[in-house]
């Protein structure tokens, strides 16, 4: 089993490498996960620098020291892959983020769709948006990611025509679409956007919308999938093809 991911804010090791994790991600490497000496850990500020490391010893119920030899940095995987996901009812939401985090996807821009049942306004949407990005972190420590998801702030329907318009490759899920994502020209490098609308479904003046800015309608599969489950199987069959999963 691949080593246990844990988020710092730096890594700046003392004498001989010594390396103290504390805080929650301490106590949870300590009295959770409860890890001994000579196990392997691995450290990452979630956006590329990690560390690979190994227990030397715990103090208290919160202190994991460790080894650290040096710090990597892992490149952004090309081409990158960006989901707008429409706002879900309930936990959905949080589930297409964990999902979409453990098969890979870069970024996920929540969308406020006007079909959208979920609106996100004033504390209950900074509160929405902030547990899409805790779940994005918590993800990306459970699939042994060391670059997490960014999660975007809300976007109107006009400001996710303004990405797709630069994105490289832009599309919109949908049953009407005449061509299969699967058969999709798809670039090596840049940006990939792909956009999941809401249960009601993407209305016709956004699909008109999104075409202009470059982003047609595709069909995914035969069948028709919840909102929530969508950008996770895009993204995967994108993945594939890209010969990131190779």
Do not use: N
Request: net charge negative; with cysteine; proline share 5%.
């Amino acid at each position: 089993m691949t080593a246990p991911v844990f988020v710092v804010d730096h890594f700046d090791a003392g004498g001989g490498g010594r390396y103290v994790l504390d805080g929650p991600e301490g106590r949870h490497a300590v009295s959770v996960k409860r890890l001994r000496a000579g196990e392997d850990v691995v450290l990452t500020d979630g956006a590329g620098r990690w560390a690979e490391c190994v227990v030397v010893d715990t103090e208290g119920k919160d202190r994991l020291i460790v080894h650290m030899d040096s710090v990597a940095e892992e490149p952004a995987a090309e081409p990158r892959v960006t989901v707008v996901q429409a706002l879900p009812k309930g936990e959905r939401g949080e589930l297409a983020v964990e999902t979409m985090t453990e098969v890979g996807v870069d970024a996920i821009v929540p969308w406020a769709a006007s079909r959208c049942i979920t609106q996100w306004k004033g504390d209950r949407g900074a509160k929405a948006l902030a547990k899409w990005r805790a779940t994005a972190r918590e993800a990306g420590k459970q699939s042994r990611r060391v670059r997490f998801p960014e999660v975007a702030d809300a976007a109107t329907s006009k400001q996710v025509a303004a990405l797709l318009a630069k994105a490289d490759f832009a599309a919109v899920l949908h049953e009407g679409g005449e061509e299969p994502l699967a058969a999709a020209e798809l670039p090596t490098e840049g940006e990939i956007m792909l956009v999941v609308g809401p249960e009601g479904g993407v209305s016709p003046e956004e699909l008109s919308l999104f075409a202009e800015a470059g982003a047609p309608a595709y069909r995914l599969g035969p069948s028709v999938l919840r909102t929530s489950t969508a950008g996770t199987a895009a993204a995967a069959l994108l993945l594939g093809r890209t010969g990131r999963w190779s």
